[in-house]
């Protein structure tokens, strides 16, 4: 098929397109009026109505500020073919205006008329389609950008497409001399916490000699680049992690490129990577990063940030997010694209909705999240193709427990951040610059947020405020004050008087705020478990007193003495911040940087949050020291709400069938103990092989390894930061580059070469560095503790426990043991669902209360019963020493006595506080002891698959009664301190060792008869299975729902709520 047939059958659709081509037609009118301006009217020019040399240098000191007023230069017919080249996309055809105004009419024509050139029909046809495409698109220059971006696979045709020049033309003009960016691609895969990230960008030098082309990437300061690849032609060179010499060698210069490399400016958690190439002409080059990062929580939530700033309009952009969390994904949220001047405190304001083009989906445990904005998207977002970093924020379901333990292939990670907890009091010292330096935004900024921070201190915490400059002025003299709406008044004045002036103290300040803290540790007497700390702000270094850092951190240091913890905080670019780093890290703190221009009020609020809510103290994590090895660290001074502890480390005994996990720490008045045994899987069970998104991973690659070694390298990084022995520091920074090298990370040690792969080599493909699908999507067995398989975790757990024979259990059958009588009594109460009933009753002797709701069920077939009931809660209340109590359910329980607490019946665990302890074995049972004296033991049942006249109950025994008193009442408390006699001699001469041995000639007799308290009770002989049915025992049964044998009827041991602590018949209290 010829042109003119192409022209034919399609003349109708060009005309159709053409009458919405608006666009079109204005261009054209544009192009005649730049014909009508070839010679600018000299009113338009007043200058030009001066003599002929004043004219001429009023010319040139205006022509940038008055293009039209510019002299038209004899050549300028290159410049009237640079305008045409943009309407007809071809500068071969268009020699000048008239010429292209007539070959637009021409196209234009009647169809009887011949076609135009074939060439000049295509090209118009090119600019229909596009213009089709994004009509409502009023801006010219974003159309041909737009059109640009359509046409960059065919590089001789792009070559002749051009822009009209506008009022922007030094940018577009320098645009045309840089290579042009066709694609931008990041795909990212979480699995638990660890992101592997891959980006990719294709660069295109459609220019007619080499250009350089820059590809910069913001990753986070805290991530490990691990590869990096380019291909620039026909010519792949791939990066190789080596150790760094003292001078870096210049081959890769030979290249024609620069070797790649972060720099090592931070601007707020970022390093800039960048690396720089010449492209030959008509030829494109591709880039592909690879880094990693071990996600943070902060604020109770993971987040995840990647840097989208390349710079210039992209055709194809995309960013891909899986990640996959087996404990299950909540929370999940894409807040608007971030810049970097409007960081705050991770706490959205205002439009919170997804940058547009956003999808998110997820299910329980897997999410994916696409951002492909097209190149109109792009513009309304930024023009200069500076978008922002693009977030990702979300956390996954936990309870209060040992964590989250995960082991695959010999390694094994360890997250544990419980929640639901009472906060610690704190004692707090804040310390901050008042310097000259500090005039303007960062004072103002600065006192807003402590503002701010006053108002969130809570009744319990103690506080006192250091404002230095050259001098040191301490709000409250040689004490901390308590926190009361006068002592925030006068704090807030106090605030707001400060003014900035003279230099910078930085050593008088701290040592002024740890002897402040210190004395008001030792005069006082405080809380042993609060939390003290300083928060500490400067903007800038040390100008008064001592200067030298080495100096003030060894007295610092000395001052603290691992009493209690540092935070620092710099504003702007002239602060300290490697000594502020190193201060906090010395010191058990954190650190934070910000900028001046930023949103500081905001962020300095975010970071208090985060460290403004301590939960635990003096946290450690054990493992059996034959099981594990190089474990990272594991104890650690405090946990702040909304944080999490990470512990990783190698198995030595891969063929063992568990790893034993214990878990130490002090909350407030509590001594926590958390253990429990996760089961080590088989690694066959974690494949994960067709999962979405992580098809392309290494199979040999293992995420939780690379999290350790993640783990391990940041550690050694910090140790070495802190020592100031020569020798400890050289093997700290030998033993972090061994392990960077083995696992290709570049740190401050190693470096990335880049080296030739071949002449003919195919361009790198997009390798995303995930981990061998192992452990992740639905197949995966997060191995933890409660996940570990069912019949190794019942025979770990389902202990035999050694107790009284005392009990109510089951429907609910109740069993009294008589020791000194050689008698075991037991007997029925068939209560109605909903019913409290009072089990033991020492309210004003002991303290102590237990009552137990009952749940209903359907009869069993062919029963004499109308219904079931069983113990759906027992409530244990003291008032003695100090009022608490303990809810417990067959699935959590609450602990509170004074502060609430909240426990997993899944988890075994032991807390302990001044008067109280709660052990608690898996799934299996509860133990509760008070004062030392009483201890109870409450078994949990659990159905698989419950029938229908079953549900998951509870069973209450008395272990040890010494503590209560002989006054104690109850359903069972009343005869924890009586004898019964059983009548009727004549029976047999060994029933006396009834409820001891099983006796195997004694018939029942309906006649036997028991003593208690002078009542005479008939009983008949039946055999009981306590324990949760694994033990029978032998007993003297009571008919008649216990009448005669309980003081009273059934109704006067009914409570009114789970908290009446009544002590007699008709009498209600509460705790």
Not at 270 to 279: G, M, N, P
Not at 305 to 313: M, N
Not at 1031 to 1041: G, L, P, R, Y
Request: glycine share 6%.
């Amino acid at each position: 098929m010829n042109f003119g047939e192409i022209y034919a059958s399609s003349k109708e659709s060009y005309t159709l397109e053409l009458q919405n081509c608006k666009f079109i037609t204005k261009c054209v009118d544009n192009a005649a009026q730049i014909q009508r301006k070839r010679d600018p009217p000299k009113s338009k020019c007043p200058e030009a109505q001066l003599p002929r040399g004043k004219a001429r240098a009023a010319h040139r000191l205006r022509a940038q500020r008055k293009p039209h007023c510019r002299p038209v230069p004899a050549n300028s017919r290159s410049e009237e073919r640079r305008v045409g080249r943009l309407l007809s996309a071809s500068s071969q055809l268009v020699q000048q205006r008239r010429q292209q105004l007539k070959a637009s009419r021409a196209f234009l024509s009647p169809v009887g008329q011949e076609p135009p050139a074939p060439s000049i029909m295509i090209l118009w046809l090119w600019f229909c389609l596009g213009f089709s495409i994004s009509a409502s698109q009023p801006d010219s220059e974003l159309m041909a950008r737009y059109l640009e971006e359509k046409l960059l696979a065919d590089y001789s045709i792009m070559e002749q497409v051009a822009r009209r020049v506008p009022r922007q033309a030094k940018f577009l003009q320098r645009l045309e001399t840089r290579p042009r960016m066709s694609e931008f691609t990041v795909k990212s895969t979480i699995i638990s916490r660890y992101a592997f990230t891959t980006v990719s960008c294709t660069m295109v030098n459609s220019g007619s000699e080499a250009r350089e082309a820059v590809f910069e990437m913001q990753i986070p300061a805290a991530a490990f680049i691990s590869n990096f690849t380019m291909s620039i032609g026909n010519k792949t060179y791939y990066g190789e992690v080596t150790g760094k010499e003292k001078k870096n060698s210049s081959d890769d210069q030979a290249r024609n490129k620069k070797p790649p490399s972060p720099t090592d400016g931070r601007d707020n958690g970022y390093e800039t990577f960048k690396a720089s190439v010449f492209i030959p002409r008509k030829m494109q080059a591709k880039f592909l990063l690879h880094y990693e990062e071990l996600l943070q929580r902060r604020l109770g939530k993971y987040e995840y940030a990647v840097s989208i700033r390349p710079q210039q309009l992209v055709g194809r952009l995309r960013v891909e997010v899986n990640i996959l969390e087996n404990s299950g994904i909540v929370s999940l949220e894409v807040p608007p694209l971030r810049n970097s001047k409007h960081k705050g405190n991770g706490k959205t304001e205002g439009d919170v909705s997804p940058p547009p083009s956003t999808v998110i989906g997820h299910t329980k445990t897997l999410a994916k999240v696409t951002f492909n904005p097209s190149v109109v998207e792009q513009t309304r977002i930024a023009r200069n193709g500076i978008l922002g970093d693009f977030i990702i924020r979300y956390d996954v379901n936990r309870e209060l427990s040992i964590g989250d333990v995960q082991i695959l292939n010999g390694y094994f990670v360890h997250y544990f951040a419980p929640t639901d907890l009472p906060p610690l009091p704190k004692n707090v010292v804040f310390v901050l610059d008042s310097s000259a330096s500090m005039v303007g935004t960062k004072l103002k900024q600065t006192k807003e947020a402590l503002f701010t921070i006053l108002q969130d201190l809570r009744p319990e915490d103690h506080f006192n405020i250091i404002g230095f400059s050259n001098r040191i002025k301490v709000w409250q003299k040689d004490r901390l004050v308590p926190v009361t709406p006068n002592n925030i008044r006068d704090a807030k004045k106090y605030i707001h008087n400060m003014s900035p002036t003279g230099g910078t103290n930085i050593n008088g300040a701290l040592q002024t705020g740890a002897k402040l803290l210190n004395d008001y540790i030792a005069q006082n007497d405080i809380d042993a478990r609060s939390v003290s700390l300083i928060i500490f702000l400067t903007d800038g270094r040390p100008t008064v007193g001592e200067t030298q850092s080495s100096k003030i951190l060894s007295n610092t240091k000395d001052a603290i003495h691992d009493k209690f913890c540092l935070f620092t905080i710099g504003i702007g670019n002239d602060v300290d911040q490697k000594l502020l780093e190193r201060m906090a890290l010395e010191n058990c703190g954190m650190t934070r940087h910000f900028q001046e221009d930023e949103d500081a009020a905001s962020q300095l609020k975010g970071f208090y949050d985060e460290i403004g809510t301590p939960l635990l103290s003096d946290i450690r994590v054990d493992y059996p020291e034959d099981n594990v090895e190089q474990v990272t660290q594991n104890f650690f001074p405090n946990y702040f709400n909304g944080s999490e502890i990470i512990i990783a480390g190698k198995l030595i005994n891969r063929t063992s069938d568990s790893l034993h996990v214990e878990v130490t720490a002090s909350n407030s008045k509590k001594y926590i103990l958390l253990k429990t045994d996760v089961a080590i899987d088989l690694p066959s069970r974690n494949d994960i092989r067709g999962v979405p998104g992580l098809e392309d991973g290494k199979g040999d690659n293992n995420y939780i390894e690379r999290a350790w070694s993640y783990l391990t390298i940041k550690e050694l990084l910090n140790s070495r930061l802190k020592s100031d022995d020569k020798q400890e520091k050289e093997y700290l920074m030998e033993k972090a580059k061994s392990m960077a090298l083995a696992y290709n990370f570049v740190t401050p040690f190693t470096v990335l070469k880049m080296k030739e792969a071949g002449l003919h080599s195919e361009p790198p493909q997009e390798e995303f560095i995930n981990p061998s699908t192992d452990g992740i999507g639905e197949k995966l067995q997060s191995l933890q503790g409660h996940k570990a398989p069912s019949g190794t975790r019942r025979q770990q757990n389902k202990q035999r426990i050694k107790i009284s024979k005392t009990s109510a259990d089951g429907d609910p059958h109740f069993v009294v043991d008589f020791p000194s009588s050689k008698l075991t009594v037991c007997f029925n109460i068939d209560g109605e669902p909903g019913d409290i009933l009072r089990l033991v009753s020492d309210h004003k002797e002991s303290g102590i209360t237990v009552n137990g709701q009952l749940i209903g069920a359907p009869a069993p077939p062919n029963g004499h019963k109308k219904h079931r009931t069983y113990f759906s809660t027992i409530t244990i209340l003291s008032n003695k020493p100090e009022r608490s109590y303990l809810e417990i359910t067959p699935k959590r329980i609450i602990m509170d006595d004074g502060e609430r607490l909240l426990l997993s019946c899944g988890r075994s665990a032991v807390v302990r506080s001044s008067s109280l302890e709660v052990s608690i074995s898996a799934n299996s049972n509860i133990t509760v002891t008070i004062r030392d004296t009483i201890s109870f033991v409450i078994l949990i049942h659990h159905y698989k698959k419950p029938a229908p006249y079953q549900r998951n109950h509870l069973g209450f025994y008395i272990s040890n009664s010494k503590g209560l008193s002989s006054d104690s009442h109850g359903l069972l408390g009343q005869f924890l301190n009586n004898e019964v006699k059983l009548l009727q001699e004549s029976l047999n001469t060994s029933h006396q060792q009834v409820g001891q041995n099983q006796t195997e000639a004694l018939n029942p007799n309906p006649t036997n008869i028991l003593n208690v308290k002078g009542r005479l009770v008939p009983v008949v002989w039946k055999q009981r299975r306590i324990y949760n049915g694994q033990k029978e025992v032998d007993c003297w049964f009571a008919k008649n729902n216990a009448d005669k044998l309980i003081d009273g009827s059934y109704k006067d041991y009914l409570a009114s709520h789970p908290f009446d602590t009544g002590t007699s018949f008709g009498t209600i209290d509460s705790l």
